[in-house]
């Protein structure tokens, strides 16, 4: 079984969702240390002449999980806003739009159960089944390895996912636990965009774009490699 994990990220991008997608199980990592000027609080969508930035304010905590989206509607509506501009003449903006508007709107107790209910309902969309859970409800400990290494314990994984690039994973440490390790091989894919193609943006981009053909792109433009 592929465990794979995340911190809970507001409006991931295409390669969160790969990743997710080629997991049996996932984990939202939201006990890890809140991260300021990260993607815990922020993402790109599409703008006139580039990747235009949102930013949730928060009133900031210990961890992700204790860190709260900042109360005044005004980031909300800006948000709002920018996407609306950006995309309500996109092919499918009025599949997704009430739903999504509906989300960043809602007051969450804190940013991973803000960002966490935007994932859950992009995973829906995307045709992705994977099982999520949440770090907090098993008391995982350790740092980078050891934790990846107790999360797999704590999931009854035998295999670990991790994404691209993450310099402190030590394989060796897999190994001696009986755990295999893989990384995720990710390939941006390209998709009509109405103008001069724009990659690394949030998954909404896709989805006003392509509609029901983004489960499809997300599912096929990455894979698990030893």
């Not at 961890?63 to 980031?75: L, R």
């Not at 709107?105 to 209910?117: Q, Y």
């Not at 774009?209 to 599912?219: Q, S, W, Y």
């Amino acid at each position: 079984m592929i465990l794979s994990g995340h911190q809970p990220a507001y409006l991931p991008g295409i390669i969160v969702f790969n990743k997710i997608a080629l997991s049996d199980r996932h984990m939202f990592v939201g006990h890890c240390d809140y991260q300021p000027k990260s993607w815990h609080s922020r993402n790109f969508i599409r703008g006139p002449n580039g990747p235009v930035m949102l930013t949730v304010p928060v009133v900031k905590g210990r961890s992700i999980n204790d860190t709260v989206p900042s109360p005044d509607s005004h980031w909300r509506n800006k948000h709002l806003k920018a996407i609306e501009h950006a995309y309500s003449k996109r092919p499918y903006f009025n599949h997704y739009w009430l739903t999504l508007k509906a989300l960043i709107n809602f007051p969450a107790a804190n940013l991973s159960d803000f960002n966490i209910a935007i994932i859950h309902q992009i995973m829906d969309w995307l045709g992705i089944t994977t099982e999520t859970y949440r770090s907090e409800d098993f008391n995982i400990t350790g740092h980078k390895t050891e934790m990846l290494v107790n999360m797999c314990k704590a999931m009854g994984a035998d295999h670990y996912l991790s994404s691209p690039g993450e310099q402190y994973v030590d394989k060796e440490l897999f190994s001696a636990n009986g755990l295999k390790h893989s990384f995720q091989q990710f390939e941006h894919p390209l998709y009509a965009q109405g103008a001069k193609f724009m990659p690394n943006l949030s998954v909404i981009d896709l989805l006003f774009n392509v509609g029901p053909d983004a489960g499809a792109i997300v599912k096929g433009c990455g894979r698990a490699e030893s």
